[in-house]
Each structure stands twice: as structure tokens, then as C-alpha cells.
């Protein structure tokens, strides 16, 4: 029988790693088992955790806390990922509190963690990928109305610039490298009081997931000297007839077309606040998206069985999604279904811990 063979690093809001392995039969629709392998210290909070796509021994992993810390790990999956072990390289300060998200850059040489409750984008020097040196910090609060707190959630490398959503004084920031390090450039501007929490981006069009309204957005990326940007595409993300003072959109994932989905597709996730809950759970919504036009189309309103969904994360294969509840329903993997993967079913789950708010795929082993 083929079957396929995945090991995921998870973080939470606890002292943790956690390490997973599903296994699939890849039969469409086949029930696969998700089991927790292994945990690891991760210090305080390690609430996301990143992979180096380029050295992908290495981990990063925020604690997000006040006075929050920026740390990487070295992974050794020499013995296989029965005996895969994880061992720190640096445990940095960041110089704020809660950073939320961690990455690098693709050549490697800058880790970047915005923070926050710090208003800030700290960043550090990572020559070797894994060593975090050189720690300097872009305010934000500088660069906005007094009456605005800046709350920067993510950072994503866009054609060599630095995009930085920030929820708080919405907009998504634009950073350019120089020989001393990183300057703001200019910024994308959003709708007021939308809160702008995660983006993704495919060729100009950059699609963003806003937290405080419950909406998706499309904008063509303007040049650098301009911040007003029209909004093609603007689409509610909860089911239709929701209350939305019940919910705060959380992530959104683009998987481009292959050879087993016909055409490019765009995932967001919907979160009931804390207190609130249905029978169906909070809903993974899949869209239609046109890079080209920079349109979006709803196709299915998944429902996932989970409270609070605040994570997901595709695999390397574009065909599972992992995705877990910080409230009720612990881990699930769903798996892409039908001509164009925009449906949704059930496959793995497990429930032994609770508060996972990240995840990453490692490649397989050969």
C-alpha cells in the first residue's frame, strides 16, 4: 500500500514544542492518523514557529510575552524523525512584548520577528541562518497619528521588500534593505478600523485577511511612493448571516494550481472569540483566485468542528491542511477534495494538547 509519511513542529501558548507525525494512505478521503510523537522545551510561550526555507534544519520560535524573546533551533533528523532531536542556537530579547510571528528572509540573513505589544519590527542579523546578531528595531508609532497604536502581526519578503501588516494603525508597511539594515519605505493603506492581520501575495496582488472587520481584500501593489491603493476585490469571511461581532479572521493561505488542482485557491480562516461556539465549529472559507485580475470568488464555507481556529498551515504537497482550535477540538488535518481542492474533509485529529497556535511541515525523508 503507498503511503505518505509527514512529521510537523507545532507551537503554543505553553513551555513546548510539539512534535507530530501523520500519516496518510493518500486514498482521496481515507481516513489518516495524526499522532503527538514527542515534546520539547520551548521556553515561554512559543506561540509561532517558522522554518528556514533554505536551511530547513532550522527553526525559529517566538515567546510571546511581556518583554517577549526571539529564539532558533538546530534540528538533527540524522536517526530519523523517531529520534529527531532539537538543540538552541541563540535566545535573543527582542526589546518588546508579545512579538506574535517569526521568519527569514530567503538569503537567510535576516530573522524577522515583529513584536506586537512593542509597536515595533525587531530584526536581527542571521549570517549562518541560525545565530541571531545584530539586533536593531523599526518603530512604527513614529510613523502614524498619535491617536493609533501600531500592532504588527506578520512580515513576508515581497520582491526583495519587507511587508508588514499592522493591525493597529491599518496598514501594511513597506520595508527596503540597505547596508545598515532595514528602512520603511512607505506603507499600503487599509480601511480604517479593518485591522489587518496576515497577507499573502502572488505576482502584484496582495490579498490581506483583516481581523476587526472579518474581511478579505485584493489591491494591486502600488509603487513605492504611493500609499492609497484601490480594493479590487472586498469579501466577508464568516458564513453569511453571522453575527460578526462574534468573530476575528485570523490566517490566510494561497495554494497555487498543480497537477492535481486545476486552478489557484485561497484559504482564510474564521474565529469565534472566545465565549461564543457552534455545532459546525469555526469554518475554513476557499476562494477563487484570479492573480492576473486580482479578484477573488467564494466557493465553500468548510466547517472544521473546531473553537477558536486561529492556525493553518499547507503542506509542501499543496493537498493537506493542518489547522487546530485554541479553544475546543485540538488538531485536525483536512484534506483538499474535488476538480479544484476548494472542499474540505476530515482526515486526522488528535486532542491531546491543547492551544496549538502554529505549525510547520518539514520536508519528508528520503
Same mark, same amino acid.
Given at each position: ?16 514544542? &510539539? ?62 524523525d ?21 521568519d ?23 549570517? +549562518?541562518?541560525?545565530?541571531?546578531? +545584530? ?62 492581520r496576515?497577507? =499573502? ?15 478579505i ?13 484601490? =480594493? ?15 468573530? &476575528?479572521?485570523?490566517? =490566510? ?52 468542528g ?7 498551515? =499547507? ?5 493537506f ?10 488538531v ?10 476548494a472542499?474540505?474533509?476530515?482526515? &486526522?485529529s ?17
Open positions: 500500500m503507498v503511503q505518505a509519511n509527514f512529521t510537523l513542529i507545532a507551537g503554543n501558548f505553553a513551555t513546548i514544542l &510539539a512534535q507530530y507525525a501523520f500519516t496518510s494512505s493518500l486514498t482521496p478521503g481515507a481516513r489518516g492518523s495524526l499522532s503527538l510523537t514527542k515534546t520539547f522545551p520551548g521556553g515561554i510561550n512559543p506561540s509561532w514557529v517558522g522554518l528556514n526555507r533554505n536551511n530547513n534544519s532550522v527553526l525559529c520560535a517566538t515567546q510571546e510575552v511581556f518583554e517577549g524573546g526571539a529564539v532558533t533551533f538546530v534540528m538533527d533528523r540524522s536517526q530519523g523517531d529520534d529527531l532531536t532539537l538543540q538552541v542556537i541563540s535566545n535573543q530579547s527582542v526589546q518588546g512584548n508579545g512579538p506574535p510571528f517569526c527569514f528572509t530567503d538569503d537567510n540573513s535576516i530573522a524577522l520577528f515583529p513584536v506586537f505589544g512593542g509597536e515595533q519590527l525587531t530584526f536581527f542579523d542571521s549570517l +549562518d541562518g541560525a545565530t541571531l546578531t +545584530d539586533r536593531q528595531i523599526i518603530p512604527f508609532n513614529t510613523s502614524i497619528a498619535s491617536t493609533q497604536v501600531s500592532k504588527p502581526h506578520q512580515a513576508v519578503e515581497v520582491n526583495g521588500q519587507i511587508f508588514v501588516p499592522d493591525l493597529g494603525a491599518d496598514k501594511v508597511w513597506r520595508l527596503n534593505r540597505t547596508e545598515d539594515g532595514l528602512v520603511i519605505a512607505g506603507a499600503i493603506d487599509q480601511k480604517s478600523g479593518s485591522g489587518p496576515h497577507i =499573502v501575495v502572488a505576482d502584484d496582488c496582495l490579498v490581506t485577511i483583516h481581523e476587526l472587520d472579518n474581511t481584500t485584493t489591491q494591486r501593489i502600488p509603487p513605492n511612493d504611493q500609499e492609497d491603493a484601490s =480594493v479590487i476585490t472586498s469579501l466577508t469571511t464568516p458564513p453569511e448571516g453571522s453575527d460578526l461581532s462574534q468573530f &476575528a479572521a485570523a490566517e =490566510v493561505k494561497f495554494i497555487p494550481k498543480n497537477d492535481q488542482f486545476a486552478r489557484d485557491i485561497i484559504f482564510a480562516s474564521n474565529r469565534q472569540l472566545p465565549g461564543n461556539s457552534s455545532a459546525q465549529g469555526d469554518t475554513i472559507v476557499s476562494y477563487a483566485f484570479d492573480s492576473q485580475a486580482c479578484t477573488l470568488k467564494q466557493l465553500v464555507q468548510n466547517p472544521t473546531l473553537t477558536n481556529l486561529r492556525t493553518m498551515e =499547507v503542506d509542501p504537497t499543496g493537498r491542511i493542518i489547522t487546530a482550535a485554541f479553544a475546543e477540538g485540538g485536525k488535518v483536512f484534506e483538499r477534495t474535488g476538480c479544484n481542492g472542499k474540505l474533509v476530515e482526515v &486526522a488528535n486532542t491531546e494538547l491543547t492551544n496549538a497556535t502554529s505549525f510547520v511541515w518539514l520536508p519528508q525523508l528520503d
